[in-house]
């Protein structure tokens, strides 16, 4: 039973897994609106990875029933929410030609911090976890809003991806409980920490 049930958890955590890819090369030209804003955090596996990681992370903080300061159901939705807040911010001073600092390397960083958080099952309390997805999610939203075509249409654009964002955070959300509710706690972990290990290999794409 526990060779099946690590087996199933390792399918799982590949499943969870992305494979490394960047999302910045630039978009084909067409009509630019809400579908191609959707589509692009799908384009970049570095985008998907954290994003989806979010959701895995906030997922965990109601194991065993409340994180530190029994505050983990609000983590649930209250994370994802602090991020897309962030997201429209650095999408907003990207699009308008406000260069933030480090954003690549920004971008690594969270691939990399939210998979060893994942893969730790880290708790923090809400305000902490809240304060440094917000971070992630403005050099994110910055290189979105960068790479927006010129003639996009902003608002549908911006709302495709911050849609896209979401259900990826949802997803996210709904893997790490199914994960906990089935007895497979250990594939959100397992697949945290392939992206902590993946995380170094963006650098070189």
Same mark, same amino acid.
């Given at each position: 039973?526990?060779?099946?049930?690590?087996l199933?958890?390792?399918?799982?955590?590949?499943?969870?897994?992305?494979?490394?890819?960047?999302?910045?090369?630039?978009m084909?030209?067409?009509?630019?609106?809400?579908?191609d804003?959707?589509?692009?955090?799908?384009?970049?596996?570095d985008?998907?990875?954290?994003?989806?990681?979010?959701?895995?992370?906030?997922?965990?903080?109601?194991?065993g029933?409340?994180?530190? =300061?029994?505050?983990?159901?609000?983590?649930?939705?209250?994370?994802?929410l602090?991020?897309?807040?962030?997201?429209?911010?650095?999408?907003?001073? =990207?699009?308008n030609?406000?260069?933030?600092?480090?954003?690549?390397?920004g971008?690594?960083?969270?691939?990399?911090?939210?998979?060893?958080?994942?893969?730790?099952?880290a708790?923090?309390?809400?305000?902490?976890?809240?304060?440094?997805?917000?971070?992630?999610?403005?050099?994110?939203?910055?290189?979105?809003?960068?790479?927006?075509?010129a003639?996009?249409?902003?608002?549908?654009?911006?709302?495709?991806?911050v849609?896209?964002?979401?259900?990826?955070?949802f997803?996210?959300?709904?893997?790490?409980?199914?994960?906990?509710?089935?007895?497979?706690?250990?594939?959100?972990?397992?697949?945290?920490?392939?992206?902590?290990?993946?995380?170094?290999?963006?650098?070189?794409?």
């Open positions: 039973m526990m060779h099946r049930r690590l199933t958890a390792l399918a799982a955590a590949a499943a969870f897994a992305p494979v490394v890819a960047m999302a910045h090369p630039g084909p030209g067409h009509t630019h609106g809400f579908t804003g959707f589509a692009h955090p799908f384009g970049g596996l985008h998907l990875a954290a994003m989806t990681a979010v959701g895995l992370w906030a997922g965990q903080q109601t194991k029933g409340q994180a530190k =300061g029994g505050q983990g159901n609000r983590a649930v939705w209250l994370w994802p602090a991020f897309l807040a962030l997201l429209v911010a650095g999408a907003v001073a =990207g699009a030609g406000l260069a933030l600092p480090g954003v690549e390397w971008i690594v960083l969270s691939v990399a911090a939210l998979g060893w958080l994942t893969a730790f099952g708790r923090l309390p809400l305000a902490a976890g809240a304060a440094l997805i917000g971070a992630f999610a403005l050099c994110h939203g910055a290189a979105h809003g960068a790479e927006m075509p003639d996009a249409d902003g608002l549908a654009y911006g709302l495709g991806f849609t896209a964002s979401a259900v990826l955070h997803t996210g959300v709904a893997l790490s409980r199914l994960a906990e509710r089935t007895g497979l706690a250990l594939a959100p972990r397992l697949a945290g920490l392939g992206l902590a290990a993946m995380a170094p290999l963006l650098l070189a794409v």
